[in-house]
């Protein structure tokens, strides 16, 4: 199993509306980052998310860190075609060298 | 602005064949990866280095090899490629000050891997 899941896998929203994108560990959270991926192309960094309860924006997109329940939320208010991509959430171990490990991905597609 | 540069980003190997994945960055990271990503599987560690002329295993290291010379630059070298090595690779670099501390990876645009 994997140590960070995913939900949903994949998502279609039509343009305007609000979604949310979940991340859960299976393991204490040192730490949650999020990406987004276009197809062909490496992944972008986000937001980072170090500790219980704290939230950040970038635009319309919102990411929380819950650290009791270890997960963390992303949401896309008023959704555009330009949100369309894989979200990826990565989360760091504390010990060792502070590798980062990832989830499997949603595929979120806007149709406009 | 280049960042994270990857070459090849396209390339096809026969069975048995070997070839080198470039990976070169120009933020003075001292933190390097290799990644492979697979359809629905995620990203997978593969080698990563602290520093120059320091390197270790990730969770998927068999089949692969890595040098870190400079902090520039950490080639992968696949030796006597399989069709299990077909996927999508993936470098990555940031700076660190290590365990529980800030770790923000950036990404190169990927090189996409066949091996028939």
């Known amino acids: 199993s994997q140590e960070l899941e995913q939900s949903p896998q994949s998502l279609i929203v039509q343009e305007g509306k609000n979604l949310t994108i979940n991340c859960t560990s299976s393991k204490t959270l040192y730490g949650l980052y999020w990406y987004k991926q276009k197809y062909g192309e490496g992944l972008i960094f986000l937001m980072m998310l170090q500790k219980g309860g704290e939230e950040k924006s970038h635009e319309k997109i919102t990411a929380k860190l819950d650290e009791k329940k270890q997960q963390s939320s992303l949401h896309i208010t008023a959704s555009q075609p330009s949100h369309a991509g894989i979200y990826l959430c990565g989360a760091a171990r504390k010990t060792g060298a502070n590798n980062l490990f990832f989830g499997t991905g949603t595929r979120l597609t806007v149709i406009p | 602005n280049a960042g994270v540069t990857q070459t090849p980003k396209f390339r096809i190997l026969k069975i048995g064949q070997s070839m080198t994945l470039q990976c070169t960055q120009d933020?003075?990271?001292?933190?390097m990866y290799w990644y492979r990503q697979d359809p629905g599987m995620g990203l997978k560690l593969i080698y990563y280095s602290v520093g120059a002329g320091i390197t270790d295993k990730g969770e998927v290291p068999n089949g692969y090899n890595v040098s870190r010379s400079t902090t520039e630059d950490f080639p992968l070298r696949l030796e006597l490629a399989a069709p299990s090595q077909t996927s999508v690779y993936f470098c990555?670099?940031?700076?660190?000050?290590?365990?529980?501390?800030?770790?923000?990876?950036?990404f190169g645009a990927g090189t996409r891997l066949s091996v028939l």
């Open positions: 933020m003075n990271h001292n933190y």
């Open positions: 990555a670099s940031s700076y660190s000050e290590g365990a529980g501390a800030k770790n923000i990876q950036y």
